[in-house]
């Protein structure tokens, strides 16, 4: 797995039961967004993490967010 896609995983599990959405993600970890997204695709297959609909505990608004499988 790439330095971002350890980061980001980290992330979603150190956060859990916070879920937060990709422009969110991106703004955390201080990369676009684009980058959060492509590397959710290796996350959801290596990492156990699922994508669901969820309210971001950042932003606030309704959106995908990475989850740890056990909060699904």
Same mark, same amino acid.
């Given at each position: 797995? !790439?330095?971002? #896609?350890? /980061?980001? #995983? @980290?992330?979603?599990?150190?956060?859990?039961?916070?879920?937060?959405?990709?422009?969110?993600?991106? #703004?955390?970890?201080?990369?676009?967004? @684009?980058?959060?997204?492509?590397?959710?695709?290796?996350?959801?297959?290596?990492?156990?993490?699922?994508?669901?609909? /969820?309210?971001? !505990?950042?932003?606030? /608004?309704? !959106?995908?967010?990475?989850? #740890?499988?056990? !909060?699904?």
């Amino acid at each position: 797995m !790439s330095p971002l #896609a350890e /980061r980001i #995983a @980290h992330a979603v599990y150190q956060n859990y039961p916070n879920s937060y959405c990709f422009t969110c993600l991106a #703004a955390q970890q201080g990369v676009k967004e @684009h980058d959060v997204r492509a590397v959710a695709l290796v996350l959801l297959v290596r990492a156990g993490l699922r994508l669901v609909p /969820r309210v971001c !505990s950042g932003c606030q /608004r309704p !959106s995908d967010a990475l989850v #740890a499988q056990k !909060s699904a």
